[in-house]
């Protein structure tokens, strides 16, 4: 009876609308429904941000597997409709691993970026999202990285930098030839975090899989076999969205990139097929929007630096700098 009434009714918070169906004026969408359904009811060109991770085809509780070309060709009909609703300034990031058939390894993005290229998209980055714990291989190395194809739908594309900026390793490097000699050669916002995302994942990574009663060690920790950690997505919306666009997972889960969109004040809508994921994902949004969701704070990841190295040390002027991420 409360699983019914919290898959069926519309909730009010302050003034955001949650909606478990698709209208165009909630400020969260929630649908349990196929993907592919729900996509079809999105406006042309609405969405700026759609970040996701599909089923990988590998035979989780939530996917029945079959061939690697029938998989695809289900991925293509959905990906048509997410290129149709992306804005022309938008962004769409597909996170997947791998394939695996009779031990043999299909890198899924190798298959998935003609798709994406096809359907006139741009890429603009392959991120790797490194973990260190993971299934130990016998016959190959072990598998201890997933990839995140950042794609957009033209040239002219939201990228906020300077939101999601990350200390440098040695801020105190100044430059020691040339006319700028003696000045400091870094960004006192920080530095870009790269297409390598390590730090973002360690605590999120032993939190979860390498301590034995997962629920209780970490903070975002649900019933979903492969949820996102929200950090991950945070730095994906702030860096490709502006406040009150549109965020849309289609694979949403637990709705962990909802959650990433909401706290950043964004407009986020999701869909799933599984009515007890999406019963979670509720309680959670709902938890966020009354303030007691915990998710794990979005890091400006903390490297320590051996106390002998003078680079490694803040500069003085930048401890005082406005906006600077070392203060
Ligand atoms: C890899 S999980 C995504 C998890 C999500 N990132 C999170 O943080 O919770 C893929 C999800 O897709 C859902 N799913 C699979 N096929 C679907 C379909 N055709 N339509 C809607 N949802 C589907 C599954 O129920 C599953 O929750």
């Given amino acids: 009876m409360e699983f019914i009434s919290i898959i ?25 429904n196929d993907t592919v359904n729900f996509s079809k009811k999105l406006p042309n060109d609405s969405v700026q941000l759609i970040i996701t991770s599909p089923p990988y085809n590998i035979g989780k509780s939530y996917e029945t597997r079959v061939s ?3 998989y695809l060709d289900t991925q293509s009909e959905l990906i048509n409709e997410l290129v149709r609703v992306l804005s022309p300034k938008g962004s769409l990031c597909w996170q997947v691993g791998n394939y695996i058939e ?13 798709i994406f290229k096809d359907a006139g998209l741009k890429l603009r980055n392959r991120i790797v999202w490194h973990f260190g714990h993971g299934l130990h291989a016998s016959k190959r190395f072990s598998g201890r990285y997933e990839t995140l194809l950042w794609f957009t739908k033209t040239d002219d594309y939201i990228f906020n930098l300077d ?67 929200v950090e991950l997505v945070e730095r994906c919306v702030l860096a490709l969205s502006n406040k009150d666009d549109i965020v849309f997972d289609p694979y949403a889960g637990v709705a962990s990139s909802l959650v990433a969109a909401v706290k950043h004040g964004r407009k986020a809508y999701g869909v799933d097929r599984d009515k007890n994921y ?48 070392y203060k």
């Fill in 102 to 114: 009779k031990s043999e390894v299909f890198p899924l993005d190798i298959y998935f970026y003609p």
């Fill in 163 to 229: 939101d999601v900026r990350i200390p440098s390793k040695y801020p105190n490097k100044r430059h020691f030839k040339g006319n700028k000699k003696g000045e400091l050669s870094g960004n006192p916002l920080g530095k870009n975090p790269s297409d390598f995302w390590d730090q973002l994942h360690e605590d999120f990574d032993s939190g979860l899989w390498n301590i034995p009663n997962v629920k209780s060690n970490h903070v975002e920790k649900t019933d979903h076999p492969c949820q996102f950690p």
């Fill in 68 to 70: 690697i070309i029938d």
């Fill in 8 to 32: 069926m009714s519309n909730l009010i918070y302050g003034n955001l609308l949650m909606a478990n169906k698709f209208t165009s004026d909630a400020d969260i969408v929630l649908e349990c």
């Fill in 278 to 325: 999406v019963s979670i994902a509720r309680e959670r949004l709902q938890h966020l929007l009354e303030g007691t969701l915990e998710t794990r704070p979005i890091g400006k990841p903390v490297y320590k630096p051996t106390e002998s190295s003078s680079l490694a040390q803040i500069p003085f002027e930048w401890l005082q700098l406005e906006g600077s991420v």
